[in-house]
C-alpha cells in the first residue's frame, strides 16, 4: 500500500517505521516547509501534524481522492466542515483522538462506568491528563473524548478546565517531560474513589494503530471511527 504521511514529526517518523515493517511505501513525507507533490499517487494518507495545518491535509486528502486517517488533536471545532467536504468529494475519513487499542479499550470501559456512575450522586468525575512538553494544546484529545464519553452517559453536561460546577468535568492538564500520554478518570466520593487509567509506555501504540486504521480505510468511502476499525461494540 502507497501512503502519504501528511506531518513527519514525532508521531510520522515511528508511523514510517511500522508502515515500512509492514511492507508498505511512503510516497510522501509532508511537513510544514514541502509540497502536496506524490500526495495523488497514495492509497491512502496519515495526518499527525499540527492544530493548524490538520484542516489543508485532510482537505487536499479529499480534493485528490485520497482516504485519510487524521490522528491531529486541537482542531475538532471544525470537524463538522471536514464531514461535509468528504461527503461532498465522496471521500474516505476516520479522524480519533487516539489511535491506540488500549484507549479504545479504555473508552468503552469509560463509557460502560459512566452509565453506572450516573445512577450514584455521591461521586462526582473529574479527569486528569499528562503530556511531554511540547504538546501544543490542551487538554489533549483524548481527555476530551473521554468526557464526552461522560456526558453523554450521565447527566454531566460540560467539561472544564476551570472550577466545575456541579454538572461539569473538570479536566487537568499536565506537562511533564516526556510522558508519551497518561489519562485517568476519577470518581470521589467522600468514603472512596474509583479510578480508571491508561498509561502509553511509548508512542508504538498509536502508530500501529493508525496503520492498522490506513489499512481497513484504504478503497473505502464514507466516514468512519476506531469503533468500526476494532469492530468494538458498546455496551
Ligand atoms: N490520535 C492519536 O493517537 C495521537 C495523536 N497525536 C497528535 O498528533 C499530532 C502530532 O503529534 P507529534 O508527532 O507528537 O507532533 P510533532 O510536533 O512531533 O510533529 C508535528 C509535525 O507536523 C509538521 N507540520 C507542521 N506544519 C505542517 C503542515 N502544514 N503540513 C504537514 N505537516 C506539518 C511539523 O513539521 P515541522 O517540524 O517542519 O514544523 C512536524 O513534523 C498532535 O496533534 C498530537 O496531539 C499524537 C499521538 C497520538
Ligand atoms: O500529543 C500527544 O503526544 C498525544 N496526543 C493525543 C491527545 O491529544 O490525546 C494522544 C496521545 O495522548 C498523545
Given amino acids: 500500500m502507497k501512503i502519504a504521511l501528511l506531518g513527519y514529526g514525532k508521531m510520522g517518523q515511528v508511523i514510517e517505521r511500522i508502515a515500512l515493517e509492514r511492507g508498505h ?7 510544514e516547509f514541502n509540497t502536496y507533490d506524490g500526495l495523488s499517487t497514495a492509497d491512502v494518507a496519515i495526518d499527525f501534524s499540527v492544530p493548524t495545518a490538520a484542516v489543508d491535509n485532510i482537505s487536499n486528502c479529499f480534493h485528490a481522492n485520497v482516504p ?8 475538532l471545532d471544525r470537524y463538522n466542515e471536514m464531514e461535509t467536504l468528504c461527503k461532498e468529494k465522496q471521500g474516505g475519513f476516520i479522524s480519533s483522538s ?3 487499542l488500549g484507549v479504545n479499550i479504555f473508552f468503552e470501559l469509560n463509557e460502560y462506568l459512566a452509565k453506572i456512575m450516573a445512577q450514584f450522586d455521591a461521586y462526582k468525575v473529574s479527569m486528569e491528563e499528562i503530556h511531554h512538553t511540547q504538546k501544543l494544546d490542551a487538554p489533549s484529545g483524548t481527555a476530551i473524548s473521554l468526557a464526552k464519553g461522560v456526558i453523554e452517559n450521565s447527566a454531566y ?23 508519551p ?3 485517568t478518570v476519577t470518581y470521589d466520593s467522600t468514603v472512596d474513589s474509583i479510578e480508571l487509567k491508561h498509561t502509553a509506555h511509548n508512542r ?29 461494540e458498546s455496551k
Fill in 25 to 31: 511505501e511512503i510516497v510522501l513525507k509532508k511537513d
Fill in 68 to 75: 485519510v486517517v487524521s490522528g491531529t488533536t486541537g482542531w
Fill in 98 to 100: 487516539n489511535f491506540s
Fill in 157 to 179: 453536561a460540560n467539561w472544564t478546565m476551570e472550577d466545575a460546577k456541579s454538572n461539569e468535568i473538570h479536566i487537568e492538564a499536565k506537562r511533564i517531560g516526556d510522558v
Fill in 181 to 183: 500520554g497518561t489519562h
Fill in 204 to 232: 508504538e501504540g498509536f502508530a500501529l494503530g493508525a496503520v492498522i486504521a490506513a489499512e481497513w480505510l484504504a478503497g473505502k468511502k464514507g466516514i468512519y471511527t476506531m469503533k468500526d476499525v476494532l469492530n468494538l
